[in-house]
């Protein structure tokens, strides 16, 4: 059975574009495939800045850590056993500002940690992350798709790739600020649909 991870960042809850996106997906997957679904909301759920104090509980013997460096690790231990424990990551990428959710990025910061999730060899950083497939919804009030301008896309990748997770593909919602938007949104639901068709 295919274990499914779901992580949504958008300010607007259910009413967001993205979680829209997020929600079309999981309803065409679950019509089809006998999966499991574990949903994470990095914003109603948030996850702090990370701090000195967190990375230092990080880099101790986990033997030899205080009661508050327990709970602190466990924040990123967690994180990362739930990526590790699916298959399938979806994430639903609302754009603000040009990037990805600050929310999301307080993610990033949990997963990627060096010696677990991605080690130095002599060629270079090695991801230790194996065997995900990553699809991005992403959802934009402008068009950006393929421009210089789309820093978010090519972040994602590459960080995403930076702990291994390579198989990444996107599904984007764009002009949703501009005319026409409802239409780029059905749009984007229609190629979620043939997306999980085709999986
Ligand atoms: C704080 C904020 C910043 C935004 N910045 C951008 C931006 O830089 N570029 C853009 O195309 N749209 C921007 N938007 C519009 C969002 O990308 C758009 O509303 C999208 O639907 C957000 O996803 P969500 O509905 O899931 O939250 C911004 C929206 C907000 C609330």
Known sequence: MKKVLVLNSSLNGENGNSTKL???F???LTEKDQVTITQRDLSSNAIAHLTQTEMAAWMTDANERSDEQKALAAISDE??????D???IVIGMPMYNFGI?????AWIDRIARAGITFKYTEQGA???VENKKVVVLAARGGVYQGSDIDTQTKYLKDVLGFVGMTDVDFIYAEGLAMPGAEQSLEAAQENIKKFVAAL
């Open 86 to 88: 699916n298959d399938l």
């Open 79 to 84: 994180l990362i056993g739930e990526l590790n």
């Open 101 to 105: 959710p600050s929310t999301f990025k």
């Open 26 to 28: 999981v309803s065409q």
């Open 22 to 24: 997020t929600n079309t």
């Open 126 to 128: 090695v991801g230790l």
